[in-house]
């Protein structure tokens, strides 16, 4: 998925973070639902503007930053 296309970012909107394209929901805010454990319908019901692909967008975008910035921890020692 190409997360990009469901992105913009205006210097007068929303102070200039990144929203889902067309509305006034920043990523930030969908992000943060999903980590308080709301499901992609929730947070569809809870933001009328958003599809359940734009909400994958969103997730598809935090994986791939996951995997780009986050250093991995060594497993700790056991026994």
């Known amino acids: ?8 970012r205006t210097p007068g909107i929303c102070g200039g973070e990144t929203v ?3 509305t006034r929901v920043t990523v ?3 992000l943060a639902s999903l980590a308080e454990g709301a499901s992609v ?3 569809v019901a809870d933001f009328p503007t958003l599809t359940p692909e734009s ?3 969103v997730i598809a975008f ?3 930053s996951a995997s780009d ?3 991995l ?4 020692a056991v026994g």
């Open 41 to 43: 319908e929730e947070i």
């Open 69 to 71: 910035d986050l250093p």
């Open 28 to 30: 930030r805010t969908v």
């Open 1 to 8: 998925m190409d997360y990009q296309l469901h992105f913009s």
């Open 55 to 57: 909400v994958r967008a």
């Open 62 to 64: 935090a994986a791939n």
């Open 20 to 22: 889902i394209r067309g």
């Open 73 to 76: 921890a060594a497993a700790p």
